[in-house]
C-alpha cells in the first residue's frame, strides 16, 4: 500500500474511551485507524468498561489496554509517563463532560486523566452527552478553555441521544473523527528547522508596588500563531506578558515578562537566532517615568494627581534596523482612522515584510474575542482583506503569507 492509501503510516494514536453509551463506537474508530496506517493504544476508564470490553479493544488495536493506573503486573509503573511520549497524538471518543471537566481543571485521578494532563502533543475531544450537559455553563466554560489552548474540538451532532430525546450531543461519527484527525496530522512541516519569534498579550507598566498601567489585549491571537506555527514543524519562541493562556505545542518555548522594557530585552536577545519575528504583542507605549517602591497614597490636600509618562522603546521598529537579508518581519497595527494609509506608512517605517491590520470596525475582531477580521499588506503593495475567522484560521493565513516570502 502506499502512503496516500496509509496517510497514518508511522503514527501512533492514543484513543481515550470515557463512560459513555458512544464508547461501542470506539472500537469502530480504532479499526478505521489501524487501516489508515496507525498504530493504536487504547486508554479507557473504569466506566467506558460497563459499555465496551477490554478484550474488543486490544483485538482490534493489537495492544494492551491502559486503564489502571497502578497496575502492578505491569513493568512499567509509571505508565502514563512512557504512553504520553509514545503517543504523536490523542483522541478522546466519546470524551464525557466529566473526562473534559477534569482536563480543564487540572484533575488526575485515574489512567486516562492522568494520561491527558501529562499530554502536550495534537489532542482531539469528541464530547458526547444529553443537550441539557452540553449546553451548561460550566461544560461550555470547559470547552471555551480548552479550545482556545490549542485543544482540537470534533463537535457533537444532532440527533437522537440514549436517553430518549432528540438534540445536540451526539458524537461525532468514527468516519468523521479518523478523517479530521487525518487531515490535522498531514499538516505540512514546511516550516521544520525554522526558528520563529512571536509577542503576545498586554505589556504592564509599573506604578507601584501594587498598580499598573495595562491594555485589555488577552494574546489569543499571538498563542494561536504560535500553536499554527510549532504544529508545521517551527521551533518558537514566544515572548508574551501577562494572560491566563497555556501553550500546548512541545516545541513552544514561552518566556513570560511583565513589562514593555522586559519583553524588549528577551526579544532582542532572541532575534538573531531567528529566520522571522511575528510582533502581535499589544506594548504600552508609554510607562511612569518613576515606579514607587511602595503602595502610592492618597493625599488628603490633592483631588487630582498627575503621573509623568515616558515613552518606551519601539520593539518593531529596532528589529526593523537590525533585520538581516535573511530574516522576515512581521507587524501586526490597530487604526481608527486611515487604517489602510496609517498601517502602510507603519510598514515602511518600520522595515517590515508585511503587516497585519486590525479590523475594529467588525462585531467579533479585536481583542478577547476568538475571532478577528484582518488585512494583510506587504512591502509589494498587495494588499489582502480577509473575512472574520476564527484567530486559528487567522494565524493559518498569515504562516502562508510569511512561508510565501521565504
Ligand atoms: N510595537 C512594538 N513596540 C512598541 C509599540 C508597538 O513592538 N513599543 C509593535 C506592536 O507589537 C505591533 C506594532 O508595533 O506589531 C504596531 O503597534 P501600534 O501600537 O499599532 O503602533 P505604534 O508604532 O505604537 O504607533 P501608533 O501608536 O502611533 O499607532
Redesign the pocket.
Known amino acids: 500500500m502506499t502512503d496516500g492509501i496509509m496517510p497514518l503510516r508511522g503514527k501512533h494514536i492514543i484513543v481515550g474511551v470515557s463512560g459513555g453509551i458512544a464508547a461501542y463506537k470506539a472500537p469502530q474508530l480504532v479499526r478505521l485507524l489501524v487501516k489508515a496506517g496507525a498504530e493504536v493504544t487504547c486508554a479507557v476508564t473504569e466506566h467506558a468498561l460497563q459499555f465496551v470490553t477490554e478484550l474488543t479493544l486490544e483485538t482490534v488495536s493489537q495492544h494492551r489496554v491502559y486503564s489502571l493506573l497502578f497496575d502492578r503486573s505491569n513493568p512499567h509503573s509509571t505508565e502514563h509517563i512512557s504512553l504520553k511520549d509514545w503517543g504523536d497524538a490523542m483522541v478522546v471518543a466519546p470524551a464525557t463532560a466529566n473526562i473534559i471537566g477534569k482536563l480543564a481543571n487540572g484533575i488526575a485521578d485515574d489512567a486516562l486523566s492522568t494520561l491527558l494532563l501529562s499530554f502536550r502533543k495534537p489532542l482531539f475531544l469528541c464530547p458526547a452527552m444529553n443537550t441539557q450537559m452540553l449546553e451548561s455553563y460550566a461544560f461550555q466554560r470547559n470547552m471555551d478553555y480548552l479550545r482556545t489552548n490549542g485543544v482540537h474540538i470534533i463537535d457533537s451532532t444532532s440527533g437522537e441521544l440514549a436517553c430518549g430525546t432528540t438534540g445536540d450531543g451526539r458524537m461525532a461519527e468514527p468516519e468523521n473523527i479518523a478523517g479530521e484527525i487525518i487531515r490535522q496530522l498531514q499538516t505540512p512541516a514546511d516550516f521544520a528547522g525554522k526558528r520563529i519569534l512571536i509577542?503576545a498579550g498586554p505589556t504592564y507598566e509599573r506604578i507601584d508596588s501594587v498598580r499598573f498601567i495595562g491594555n485589555f489585549s488577552t494574546g489569543k491571537m499571538g498563542f494561536a500563531l504560535a500553536e499554527e506555527l510549532a504544529q508545521r514543524g517551527a521551533q518558537v519562541f514566544l515572548v508574551t506578558g501577562p494572560t491566563h493562556l497555556s501553550t500546548h505545542h512541545p516545541d513552544i518555548e514561552r518566556i513570560d515578562i511583565l513589562s514593555?522594557r522586559e519583553m524588549y530585552d528577551a526579544v532582542i536577545e532572541r532575534f538573531p537566532s531567528c529566520a522571522a519575528a511575528i510582533?502581535?504583542?499589544?506594548?504600552a507605549?508609554f510607562r511612569p517615568e518613576h515606579e514607587a517602591d511602595h503602595k502610592i497614597k492618597k493625599q488628603s490636600d490633592h483631588d487630582d494627581m498627575t503621573l509623568h509618562l515616558v515613552q518606551?522603546?519601539?520593539?518593531?521598529a529596532t528589529l526593523g534596523k537590525m533585520k538581516r537579508p535573511d530574516q522576515l518581519l512581521v507587524?501586526?497595527?490597530?487604526?481608527t482612522d486611515n487604517e489602510l494609509e496609517n498601517a502602510q506608512k507603519?510598514l515602511t517605517k518600520k522595515n517590515l515584510d508585511f503587516i497585519v491590520l486590525n479590523s475594529l470596525h467588525d462585531a467579533g475582531a479585536g481583542f478577547g474575542h476568538d475571532t478577528n477580521k484582518v488585512t494583510l499588506i506587504d512591502r509589494n503593495g498587495h494588499i489582502e482583506p480577509g473575512s472574520l475567522k476564527s484567530k486559528q484560521a487567522v494565524a493559518k493565513d498569515i504562516a502562508d503569507k510569511l512561508l510565501s516570502w521565504q
Open positions: 509577542t514593555a510582533l502581535s504583542a499589544a506594548v507605549d518606551n522603546p519601539d520593539i518593531l507587524g501586526f497595527a490597530l487604526e507603519k
